[in-house]
């Protein structure tokens, strides 16, 4: 039997790529879960084979910092395919999948620094792994290759990991500015990831333009809805075999990805609360059907309270009183820092792996609460992060967003852009065509009524 597929087996026809990964022996496991995710990803699939025939990537060295999964090896093979040379590292230390990037090197080539479990050290070292690229392009899941590429340009070397600083010193000043000045253009995958970078563009320290792939239609209303609310079930339910109907389930941030956290959770029996801080998304979910209420009633109520808000300490030590015993937590925002986990465990009296992925905590008077994938992501950290379906449509986004960068070199501004409406509009199609959907067109009476003013009652 073949165990490869259709994947060219890199290792015996020449030396490896540079790499730091786990195991290699788990390549061809690895390589057969990239062959099955990419049955799935028939977008993505469909400009790989232009890309193959059109060059668009011709020329670029492209960095990318991303969760390294099967939908993620299909997006590195399609910007291969595109002409580009690729180096790839984790965006989050937990959520690396160690046969992908097994595979990633040995069957596919292509140079890629992860390893599931991985320590900041080492995180960083692959960060700068990638920066040593000397990229043309990046591409971020919550824009911490950008951000250590701007300390660098900028010499704040202050706060910055001690293997990004030696980095830059080494560089020196011109090496530095060189570094930078090589770069058409980024691209940014998640929701906090874009808020960091307008957050440069407002402090006027980005220097190049960026796409917020997050901003498609074809990117957030699917995969940070769909996608976080499947696999984050999934991964809650991976986790801990709990039974999800029949329990309360806290969902603190009703934006795209707490819609479909909490439509997910109705759907496997829970009763659902939001958390919020806007009186919006409040009213919404409130008319969605939740019940709304803040986080210290919710807390009192809680079996499995999830944060997804992008935002740092929605749940902390002051929530300790009131979580029922037993209550589980997680998050399943970008950064560790929605559960003040070092707080919550500095009250415990006792604390162990209850299983891979639950650390139960003792707290004083005996209550034991439970914490999900060290706060991590837990739809990558205890699952395996969006079905492919969905990525398809988001990774499709990412490679357009590339190759649009490269259409438009010299002539965006340092910025943060959304991709064109037509090629978001685009995806949709191709996509509703792979799902053997069609839709109706506009008649041209149609169209001239919906252009005009003049017709009324
Ligand atoms: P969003 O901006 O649409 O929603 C966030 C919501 O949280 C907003 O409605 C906001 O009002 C609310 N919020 C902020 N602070 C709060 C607080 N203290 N308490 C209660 N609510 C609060 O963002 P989106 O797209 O839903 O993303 C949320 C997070 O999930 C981000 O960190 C994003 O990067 C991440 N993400 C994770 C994915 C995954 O695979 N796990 C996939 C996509 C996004």
Redesign the pocket.
Known sequence: MRVLGNAPDWSESMSLPPHDVLNLDLAAAGARRIAWADQHMPVLASIRQRFEREKPLAGQRLAACL?VTTETANLMRTLVAGGAEVRLCASNPLSTQDDVAAALVAAHGIPTFAVKGEDNARYYRHIRACLEFSPTITMDD?ADLVTSLLFVARGELDGVHPEIRAFAEALGPAGRESLIAGVIGSTEE????VIRLRAMERDSVLRFPVIAV?DSDTK?LF??RY??GQ??MDGIIRATNLLISGLTVVV????????GVAMRAHGLGARVVV????PV?ALEAAMDGWQVMP?VEAARIGDVIVT????TR?LTPAHAPLFKNGAVLCN????DVEIDIPGLRALAVDRWEARPFVEALKLADGRVIHLLAEGR????AAAE??PAVVMDMSFANQAMAAEHLVQRAGSLRPQVFRLPEELDKGIAALKLETMGRSIDVLTAEQEAYLASWREGT
């Open positions: 969760h919550g998640t929701t906090t990831g997050n957030h995969d940070n996608g976080t696999s984050t603190a941030g009703y934006g795209w990805c707490g819609r958390t919020e801080i806007d998304k986080m997804v808000t992008g935002n929605v399943s925002g970008h950064f992501l837990v739809n990558l992060g969006h």
